[in-house]
């Protein structure tokens, strides 16, 4: 539901299990409650993507037996498992840049334990066009972070289960040049290309490679994206959104033409998904030019990165609660 202030403290004051997505000036005015919160200025919402600092994107939560909010930070954030219900489904929420968020990036496809309760959740952002800060919220004690992951622990009915998705508009050729990196990192200079070692960043330039492409990777027969950030032409390290992984092997994703009528395509599929909550990548919505366009059945903020148990991509994550 796309609100406006008011429309939000009233769910809270009704006692609402909620998660809010919201430019940090409106979150800052909620009074406490059952709810945690991400900053950004950007959502889809069912009329189309829109750029907005005077409404609030929330999500309320039905059939929910009980809740908790907890804050993390790099030290402790993987015991969002221990605070899971063992029925349930949690919301995380992290800082663009903050240690947490890079931590969680690098650590959660080596977490067994992530798997065993979904854990559904965003990169909070901040308006491109200026120098704010990414903050996260926890409506339970009113306070806000810009150095901590907030986790808000949902306990389902035992006939009431959560089930997440990723939609992800990328393929790869599999004939295509095979990629792989000597450690994990957030940064490389050289990687193996076909077992050869070349620069990478010299390998994108020289093969017309455009830096919207993302990598691709098989993790589990789910295909995962890894977002180019920036080139450096000073010491020519190619910086990512999330981390590459020794021992995985990588594709540059396949070029689409146009992404709105990738995405229309797509989402052909989802017509019967009834999601509680959903989130798009930024860059989808910059690079696809979703600004105006909506993403049916899926509405929600646009973020710098999702989570489906680990940090993913260029992809749209959502999740249903579904009866057993």
């Not at 409106?26 to 009074?31: E, G, H, V």
């Not at 019967?272 to 899926?298: Q, R, W």
């Amino acid at each position: 539901m796309f609100v406006t202030l008011e429309q939000a403290e009233k769910l809270i004051k009704e006692g609402k299990v909620l998660h809010i997505a919201a430019d940090e000036s409106l979150l800052d005015q909620l009074p406490k409650g059952k709810w945690i919160a991400g900053t950004t200025p950007y959502f889809i919402t069912e009329q189309g993507g829109i750029t907005c600092k005077d409404k609030l994107f929330v999500d309320e939560i039905a059939s929910v037996l009980e809740c908790k909010t907890a804050v993390y930070d790099q030290n402790n954030v993987f015991n969002v498992t221990k605070g899971a219900y063992p029925n349930g489904m949690t919301f995380l929420v992290m800082p663009f840049g903050s240690d947490v968020a890079v931590f969680y990036a690098k650590e959660a496809p080596n977490s067994d334990d992530l798997l065993m309760n979904p854990t559904v959740g965003w990169i909070s952002g901040f308006d491109l066009s200026t120098d704010s800060v990414a903050k996260v919220y926890d409506g339970v004690t009113g306070k806000s972070y810009s150095d901590k992951a907030v986790a808000l622990h949902i306990c389902l009915p035992d006939d009431k289960m959560a089930s997440l998705g990723i939609v992800n508009i990328f393929n790869v050729n599999e004939n295509d040049a095979e990629i792989e990196f000597e450690k994990d990192a957030l940064s490389v200079t050289k990687c193996l290309v076909n077992g050869k070692e070349v620069v990478l960043a010299d390998y994108i330039e020289e093969n017309n490679i455009g830096t919207m492409l993302p990598l691709v990777a098989d993790y589990n027969s789910v295909l995962i994206n890894v977002s180019i950030k920036s080139i450096s032409e000073e010491n020519r390290s190619v910086d990512f959104y999330a981390p590459v992984f020794a021992g995985k092997k990588y594709r540059f994703a396949t070029p689409i033409i146009d992404y709105a009528a990738s995405f229309s395509e797509q989402l052909q599929g989802f017509k019967d998904t009834k999601p509680v909550f959903s989130c798009n990548c930024i860059l989808n919505y910059l690079y696809g030019e979703l600004d105006g366009k909506a993403t049916p059945p899926f509405a929600g903020p646009v973020t710098f990165g999702e989570v489906a148990y680990q940090l993913l991509n260029q992809t749209l994550v959502y999740v249903e609660i579904l009866s057993t």
